[in-house]
């Protein structure tokens, strides 16, 4: 990333609607669909954010109106899960059948430490979720793929929710791209520093996610930029 970065405060947020940016919520979404994205964050204060204290950092999720697609989350504050990073893709758009809330995500073994800056990466491929932090997978469950809560690999192959093809013509909002915070009545803010965010319309590498990160250079992956 860059020399400047994006200061965010308990209720600040950005957002890019989907109606001016397709490219990254409406056009990442469907059966075969792919994503991952790339948020270099600095987390500067922990306190009860929104449901359990969960804290939103970017992506398309939006609970309230049952638009969940995918998504960025520091600290699940429960348990041992407390501290890490949270990744999560839904196909349904609400919750996974059987459960209260999506459960299709994986999760990383480090805590994510306050006033550093970490590079946190989100893919899916269709085939499983991945969560690493600085270019690095951080393996749970066997650490080569399980549908059991909380894996890392996470085996998935419920693809991303598609709103305008899902919800009924006078109700088709779907999600925005949100940074720092989830529309809705639950928002789980983030707040800290910003410096980059990169999504791309496929499942990257491990050696893609290690170059992105700055372990030996990005500059010819192309990406969505906002």
């Known amino acids: ?9 308990r209720g600040q947020l950005l957002v890019a609607p989907r109606h001016e940016s397709p490219e990254l919520s409406r056009d990442i979404s469907g059966p ?15 306190f009860p954010g929104g ?4 804290e939103f950092v970017a ?7 049952g638009s969940r697609q ?5 600290d699940l504050k429960k348990g041992d899960l407390s501290h890490k990073i949270d990744f999560e893709i839904s196909g349904e758009g609400g919750p996974t059948p ?5 459960v299709s995500r994986a999760i990383g073994t480090r805590d994510v430490p306050q006033s550093v800056w970490n590079c946190l990466t989100l893919t899916y491929d269709g085939r499983q979720i991945r969560a690493y932090n600085n ?3 951080e393996r749970r469950g066997n650490g080569t793929g399980g549908d059991s809560l909380y894996s890392n690999p996470f085996n998935y192959t419920g693809g991303i929710f598609d709103a305008e093809a899902a919800l009924p013509p006078h109700n088709r909002q779907g999600a925005n791209f949100t940074v720092g915070s989830r529309l809705g009545d639950d928002p789980a803010y983030f707040e800290g520093r910003i410096g980059g965010l990169a999504v791309y319309d496929r499942g990257l ?9 700055g372990r030996g250079g990005g500059e010819s992956l192309q990406y969505l930029s906002i």
């Not at 075969?32 to 922990?46: D, F, H, I, P, R």
């Open 98 to 102: 059987g459960h209260e809330w999506c």
């Open 205 to 213: 590498t491990a050696e893609e996610v290690a170059r992105v990160c």
């Open 32 to 46: 075969t669909a792919q994503v991952s994205l790339v948020a270099w964050a600095k987390k500067e204060v922990n």
């Open 70 to 74: 995918f998504s960025v989350f520091l």
């Open 135 to 137: 270019g690095t997978l």
């Open 59 to 65: 992506g398309a999720w939006a609970e309230s109106i």
């Open 51 to 54: 449901r359990g204290g969960m």
């Open 1 to 9: 990333f860059g020399p400047y970065a994006a200061s965010i405060k």
